[in-house]
């Protein structure tokens, strides 16, 4: 009976043995994980220029919604085709419930909803091999691009970590950097990628559109949108080992500014919080961990939170 197992197991070896040295390049670069995450907004999808198309009360969202889940597949089907073996999707925009996750590849997972402490990267660790951003938007300090905010346009007119004021992009890529994952594209408007490379150097970027202004764009019509983003996420899939993750030195001092007095009168009554000036606050973080963290507690926290 023993005898019998160890010839068996003996057998298996061997036939493995065979196998791997028959197709050895192709088990090997089979057997390689590669996981890839994208973070998904959605002003900058293709067409995008107002409120009506953003929110559930605009006339157009749930025809935007359909472009912005199909510009995130292709980027997905992208990312797989060119080597990625598994994909997590953010939806990061507004009430994060807005991706079609039926019509997403089967074989990905998608981050929905908020509050979460990792933001729009919520999900993202070090088994990541690069980050992919879809549907971005310029920072509230921009004077261009459309949409131009930094995570609240209501309520948030500068964020800035260790003195730079700093765009979703850039928060989003520090994060990223934190687990050594680098940003390797973009796509949005015209400024959106100008901004975004000009501080994370030569990303891929796909432009869907050319900013006029805060509500104005000339756009590309969706399905040529499609093919510019498949074509810079296979480029930059080829292209991956060479970006480097974006690190910002720890610890990190966050200076945020806000559209209100209030805000940061009250936060100013935690013992953990500065107030720098009538509108701003900063926080001592010891990583961009419990920066974002912080982050996302005073955009979303309230005393009427329910349940
Ligand atoms: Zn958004």
Redesign the pocket.
Known sequence: MKRAVLCTLVLIWFGCLAAMTGAQGIQLSQGKKMKIYISA????VVGVVTGDQ?SPQGFEYNRFREFMTAEVSVAAQAAFDAGATEIVISD???NGENLLIEKLPQNVTVVRSWPRPLMMMQGIDETFAGAIYI???TSTNNPAGV?A?TISSARLADVRLNGVSMP?AGINAAIAGHFNVPVIMVSGDDQVVKEVQAMLGNIEGAVVKWAYGFHSARTLTPEVAYAVIRDKVKRAMERIKEFKPYHIKAPVQLDVRFKSYRPSEMLSYLSIVERTDSHSIRFMGKDIVEVSKFLEFITTYEPSLEP
């Open positions: 907004d959605m002003e900058g953003l990061s925009h507004g549907g971005y938007h949409r905010h979703e």
